[in-house]
């Protein structure tokens, strides 16, 4: 199929030669022209009160963050269809994740995998520290419950070190010291994303534990809260690494704006990228979902800015029916 390109509202735009069959290869390619108009490879990120949801019930609560997104592939666009096609390289940030996002997280990604030694766990949190309610498996199902403090490693990993353990609903600490036993000589967590276990303590990994897309980013801070974990990536008042950007809409609460490299979604490329997501309803953080972002687009609406820009306009997912359509008048 030969292609065509033309620029179009939302940058670049490729379709089939008139009277050809589509083919898959083809479409999947950078058109010669989308290169030779990328003048850099990396776009700018700057998100302010975003929750993503990355699929699976997995939502990470994005206060505010700074950083870039880079292709992983050299030489190609970063493409919204595709979650493994992009990292986000964060500067700072604060993200959160609620205790229903990290069940989900644990349950359904970290230890999803046949022989798991942990599941059915459950988060909660007291007084500061972290809850893990769940079974363990060791020839026989052994329910537990562990109440971990959460610290930080020079590394940066994320560090739950039990202050209590509960094993069949009696204390389980003393006994595995009479016994002289550690978690780690209970659970193998070879296959686990992004898990591992020293002594009695789980190390979470924050590069590896998430699924696609990837992140990179250095934990400097990580508490609990009354209902979620908070982990602050660069310094704690977001202020190092990269100065702020200014999108187009500065007035706006709730957004996510990318400028250069080079964007794709759908059909249509961005290039120069010069974009800011906006929440339509600024009243609650903005609900966005990378895997159906196209249901909240069709049911929002865009406009260039004077510099060839572009703004577009999301009700949050929770606020579109199925087929796309706003549930209420939000325009």
């Known amino acids: 199929m030969a292609a065509a390109v033309c620029v179009g509202a939302f940058g670049v735009r490729v379709r089939a030669t008139p009277g050809q069959a589509p083919n ?27 929750d993503f949801d990355v699929g699976s019930g997995i939502v990470l609560r994005i206060a505010r963050l700074r950083g870039d997104m880079r292709s992983t592939q050299p030489g190609s666009p ?134 696609p897309p990837a992140i990179d980013g250095r934990v400097t801070a990580v508490h609990v809260t009354s209902d979620q974990v908070v982990q602050i990536f660069g310094d704690t008042s977001g202020s190092a690494g990269r100065a702020p950007l200014a999108p187009p809409d500065r007035r706006a609460a709730n957004y996510m704006y990318f400028r250069g490299g080079t964007l794709r979604f759908g059909k249509l490329f961005m290039v120069q990228a010069d974009m800011q997501i906006i929440d339509l309803n600024a009243e609650d953080p ?34 579109t029916d199925r087929g796309g359509a706003p549930r209420s008048a939000e325009r």
Do not use: C, W
């Open 286 to 319: 903005f609900d966005f979902s990378i895997d159906r972002y196209n249901t909240q687009l069709v049911a929002g609406y865009s406009r260039n800015t004077p510099v060839g820009g572009l703004e577009v306009f999301m009700p949050d997912l929770a606020k």
């Open 24 to 50: 898959p290869a083809a479409r999947s390619a950078t058109p010669a022209a989308v290169r030779a108009a990328t003048l850099d490879t990396v776009t700018q990120t700057q998100f302010r009160n975003v």
């Open 78 to 211: 970063i493409v919204f269809d595709d979650k493994r096609s992009f990292i986000i390289h964060i500067a700072t940030a604060q993200v959160g994740l609620t205790m229903e996002s990290l069940d989900s997280l644990m349950n359904g990604y970290v230890f999803a995998y046949k022989g798991a030694p942990l599941r059915k766990l459950r988060f909660s949190t007291d007084s500061g520290l972290l809850v893990q309610k769940g079974i363990l498996h060791k020839v026989v199902d052994i329910p537990f419950e562990i109440r971990a403090a959460m610290t930080l490693t020079p590394a940066g990993l994320i560090r739950l070190h039990p202050v209590s353990i509960r094993i069949f609903n009696v204390s389980g600490t003393g006994l595995m010291n009479a016994l002289g036993i550690k978690l780690s000589g209970l659970l193998d967590l070879s296959k686990a994303n992004g898990v591992s276990v020293e002594g009695n303590d789980l190390l979470l990994d924050p590069r590896r534990i998430l699924p």
